[in-house]
């Protein structure tokens, strides 16, 4: 166990629709970090945010965004959902901003149908 | 960007055996982590290791820095090995950012 939550496990929707991910980092850890998995793309970073702020940014759809929040949590919304948003996606925690390790939570998978 | 590369692509074992993934990537980093993703897909820590060599039970990795390399052994491998293992390093545009590369494929079979 890593430490960092996800929920929920496992998501269904329908394309058009809106969901919303949750993260909570390990205990003291200051940075959030998203990243998708699909099968076509691997693993491939989104975005990440340190003590509330939005850090850095990757190939992140602009049907996404996310925030954190004082209490250090975050969420991951993806909206006007399609076909090949399908993936897990994982959210991972560090204690600082960057140079550190990164434990990444047990995943949110999506289907999008 | 930075490019990692991983090989082999995939690894059939038989239990009991050793075997060696490699990782070689690009450009200089200041660190690079070893994860297993197991047939559930959960991603699990297994190295952090910027330079030289560390040891957790049956797994080691080497890290060789300057010649931009890392090795992850497997000895004495079990079923429970089998899995996704992924190398990821700092891009270089952004330190909290980690490239993946595309994982070495193990199947450990009794």
């Known amino acids: 166990d890593s430490g960092v939550t996800q929920t929920p496990k496992h998501l269904i929707t329908a394309t058009g629709q809106r969901v919303t991910l949750r993260c909570s980092p390990r205990s003291g850890d200051l940075s959030v970090y998203w990243y998708q998995q699909s099968l076509d793309q691997g693993l491939q970073f989104l975005i990440q945010?340190?003590?509330?702020?939005?850090?850095a940014k990757g190939n992140i759809l602009e049907r996404f965004s996310a925030q954190q929040f004082p209490d250090l949590h975050s969420e991951l919304n993806l909206s006007s959902l399609e076909l090949g948003d399908s993936a897990l996606y994982f959210c991972?925690?560090?204690?600082?901003?960057?140079?550190?390790?990164?434990?990444f939570g047990p995943g949110t998978r999506l289907t999008v149908l | 960007g930075i490019q990692v590369e991983q090989s082999p692509p995939d690894l059939i074992l038989q239990e009991g055996a050793n075997s060696t993934l490699r990782c070689n990537f690009s450009d200089s980093v200041n660190n690079l982590q070893w994860f297993h993703q197991n047939p559930w897909g959960q991603l699990i820590n297994l190295f952090y290791?910027?330079?030289g060599t560390k040891q957790n039970g049956r797994l080691s990795a080497t890290t060789v820095a300057t010649e931009r390399y890392s090795l992850l052994y497997i000895s004495s491998s079990q079923t429970t090995d089998s899995g996704v293992y992924f190398c990821a390093v700092p891009s270089t545009d952004s330190w909290g950012k980690l490239q993946f590369g595309a994982g070495t494929q193990v199947v450990v079979t009794p």
């Open positions: 991972a925690s560090s204690v600082a901003t960057g140079g550190n390790t990164q434990y």
């Open positions: 290791i910027p330079s």
């Open positions: 945010y340190y003590n509330g702020e939005e850090r």
